[in-house]
């Protein structure tokens, strides 16, 4: 299978504990997004990578928040001191950088308890 | 800001039969893209259908159909011949040409399928 693949898929974490999400896009994909979304709603933006470069972030992405993508490969997204409020799922998508379909993976399912 | 506006959270529809979902944007572009995406139960998001703002003809692919209505800030998406399989959560989203790619989405729709 050659898509945008994440794990873990789920994550169940108590409140105040860090976590860390990986995403493995399309191998030929320059370009990385993370999105967030919460139930009933639709993906909102959190940021995205050209090759190793972080781009733009969004002002949902709080200081408790950090992605990384060394190699311009594969990305993570940590969560530091995780509250109630970050529970959601956590979507990566990739694409080519003058292509402008996004191609998803099957996202993170993130429950802080 | 652009925003994404799908006001319907839910709709039905009888197999074979067509049915239309509602999308309305707000940007101050004069070229953009509009997308259609479809997320199945537990399955991830995938793309159904792609405008770009500087086309006047209607997207179409096989069964998926847009009306797009720039002056109005309107992109709804039709589905012909309703199939079980078509049973999926539907977001409209946008997109600004350029270096910026992000997505914009609304809410989504939740679209079932009686058979």
């Known amino acids: ?7 873990p898929r789920h994550k169940i974490t108590k409140r105040g504990q860090n976590v860390t999400f990986r995403c493995d896009p ?11 979304q919460t139930l009933g709603q639709g993906p909102e933006f959190l940021t995205y990578f050209q090759n190793e470069a972080q781009l733009e972030k969004s002002r949902l ?6 992605a990384e993508r060394p190699k311009g490969s594969f990305s993570t997204l940590e969560i530091q001191r ?30 802080v308890t | 800001a652009q925003t994404v506006t799908q006001s ?27 997308f259609w995406y479809k997320q199945p139960p537990s399955r991830q998001m995938i793309l159904v259908i792609r405008q770009e703002a500087y086309k006047q003809q209607n997207a179409t692919e096989n069964r998926f159909s847009v009306n797009f209505q720039k002056a109005a800030k309107s992109f709804s998406l039709k589905i012909s011949d309703s199939q079980l399989g078509d049973a999926a959560m539907y977001f ?7 270096a910026n790619s992000k997505l914009t989405f609304g809410k989504g729709i939740t679209l079932s399928v009686r058979p």
């Open chain 1, 82 to 111: 995780t509250e109630q409020g970050d529970s959601a799922m956590y979507l990566c998508a990739s694409s080519l950088a003058r292509d402008y379909e996004q191609y998803f993976g099957p996202g993170t399912r993130l429950t």
């Open chain 2, 8 to 34: 319907q959270p839910e709709m039905s529809v009888q197999e074979a039969e067509t049915v239309t979902l509602s999308c309305t944007y707000d940007t101050s572009e004069s070229d953009y893209y509009l």
């Open chain 1, 1 to 7: 299978d050659t898509g945008v693949s994440q794990n």
């Open chain 1, 26 to 36: 399309i191998s030929e994909h320059n370009r990385l997004y993370w999105y967030r």
């Open chain 1, 61 to 66: 992405l709080s200081d408790r928040f950090s």
């Open chain 2, 92 to 98: 409209c989203a946008y997109r600004e040409t350029g």
